[in-house]
């Protein structure tokens, strides 16, 4: 495996207004797109904001799923981020899609853990790679 992770960055407009904002709604379709993922489940926290909106975040072994409402103009945005290479997390993105029934969607896939790409040794990228500054005011680990 090339990467640690896949991160998909998913807008959707055009969304169920009452769907978008029931919590009881994001947390059941947090745990189904989980499941379609076949990620381990470890628990899903939702706050409902005044006067509407919903925050969601699905905290998975494999990172996290997350869920942020605006009701009141039919938009979501939903991060997939998985781990691993044998987890799909278009499967999640594509659930949640259809489940919030949107009608317009971008997604953004980014490759997390590039590290096919880097000078990298020991866990730590060279000096003579741009853009490293000297943290050693920060102590050493």
């Given at each position: 495996?090339?990467?640690?992770?896949?991160?998909?960055i998913l807008e959707?407009?055009?969304?169920?207004?009452e769907?978008v904002?029931?919590?009881?709604a994001?947390k059941?379709?947090l745990?189904?797109?989980?499941?379609?993922?076949?990620a381990t489940?470890?628990?899903?926290?939702c706050h409902?904001?005044?006067?509407?909106g919903?925050?969601?975040?699905?905290i998975?072994?494999?990172?996290?799923?997350s869920v942020h409402?605006?009701?009141?103009?039919?938009y979501?945005a939903?991060?997939?981020?998985l781990?691993?290479?044998t987890?799909?997390?278009?499967?999640?993105?594509?659930?949640?899609?259809?489940?919030?029934?949107a009608?317009?969607t971008s997604l953004?896939?980014?490759?997390?853990?590039?590290?096919?790409?880097?000078?990298i040794?020991n866990?730590i990228?060279?000096k003579?790679?741009?853009?490293?500054?000297?943290?050693?005011?920060?102590?050493?680990c």
């Amino acid at each position: 495996m090339d990467t640690l992770g896949r991160h998909l960055i998913l807008e959707a407009w055009g969304c169920c207004k009452e769907i978008v904002d029931s919590v009881d709604a994001i947390k059941s379709i947090l745990i189904k797109a989980t499941e379609s993922t076949h990620a381990t489940l470890v628990d899903v926290v939702c706050h409902r904001f005044s006067p509407y909106g919903v925050t969601g975040v699905a905290i998975l072994a494999e990172s996290h799923i997350s869920v942020h409402t605006w009701p009141e103009h039919g938009y979501a945005a939903v991060d997939v981020f998985l781990c691993g290479d044998t987890i799909n997390p278009q499967n999640a993105a594509s659930f949640i899609t259809q489940a919030f029934h949107a009608q317009e969607t971008s997604l953004m896939v980014l490759e997390r853990g590039d590290f096919s790409s880097k000078n990298i040794r020991n866990g730590i990228p060279t000096k003579e790679k741009a853009g490293i500054v000297d943290s050693s005011e920060y102590g050493y680990c």
